[in-house]
Antibody
């Protein structure tokens, strides 16, 4: 059974770049899309975008200018980079697998990693 | 502000049925049969419960069902149980490889 584990710095200073990694175990990242979603404390979910194993990406238009996703098939990992962070980027960040059975549906989620933006 | 509108809260007694709405536009909910619903318990990751409007993934109880009419999708939870108390989020494909979320609904089992 595939499992996802997000990892990252925990604390990032304003204006700096946030980098997160999602490690996939129990399965291969090939032939799937992998997405990133965040959730500020007490608030709703926001979709960043998704990346295919080949490196093809689809980004949320509202975040596209600050977001980069990448994939490392040799390590079975996908990554998220968010630049010029502010306090508004403080949130729990999730990675998720997009289903091959249901269109634009996330069927496996990581447990999430908390990121705080503060000086 | 979320692209899809959900009521902030909903409630029902054990055994009752509750329906949560998710309203969008012809550019998302109304334009595609690609609405999903996710359940999120406090401190946990979201869990897929309904996909493509009304398809229930393996392992999801039959008391969860989905439907759509025009620009509004709905999630119905029948035979409410205490463990159904959670936040529920809808998503919809919005064209051009874009996905939009609803603001979420907190379901309380009285």
């Amino acid at each position: 059974q595939v499992q996802l584990q997000e990892s990252g710095p925990g604390l990032v200073k304003p204006s700096e770049t946030l980098s997160l990694t999602c490690s996939v175990s129990g399965g291969y990242i090939s032939t799937y899309y992998w997405g990133w979603i965040r959730q500020p404390a007490g608030k709703g979910l926001q979709w960043f975008g998704r990346i295919y194993a080949s490196g093809s990406t689809n980004y949320n238009p509202s975040l596209k200018s600050r977001v980069t996703m990448s994939v490392d098939t040799s390590k079975n990992q996908v990554s998220l980079t968010l630049n010029s962070v502010t306090a508004a980027d403080t949130a729990v960040y999730y990675c998720a697998r997009f289903s091959r059975d249901y269109y634009f549906t996330m069927d496996v989620w990581g447990q999430g990693t908390t990121v705080t933006v503060s000086s | 502000q979320s692209a899809l509108t959900q009521p902030p809260s909903a409630s029902g007694s054990p055994g009752q049925s509750v329906t949560i709405s998710c309203t969008g536009s012809s550019a998302d909910v109304g334009g595609y049969d690609y609405v999903s619903w996710y359940q999120q318990h406090p401190g946990k990751a979201p869990k897929l419960i309904i996909s493509e409007v009304n398809k229930r993934p393996s392992g999801v109880p039959h008391r969860f069902s989905g439907s759509k009419s025009g620009n509004t999708a709905s999630l119905t939870v029948s035979g409410l149980q205490a463990e159904d108390e959670a936040d529920y989020y809808c998503t919809s494909y919005a064209g051009s490889n874009n996905l939009v979320f609803g603001g979420g609904t907190k379901l309380t089992v009285l």
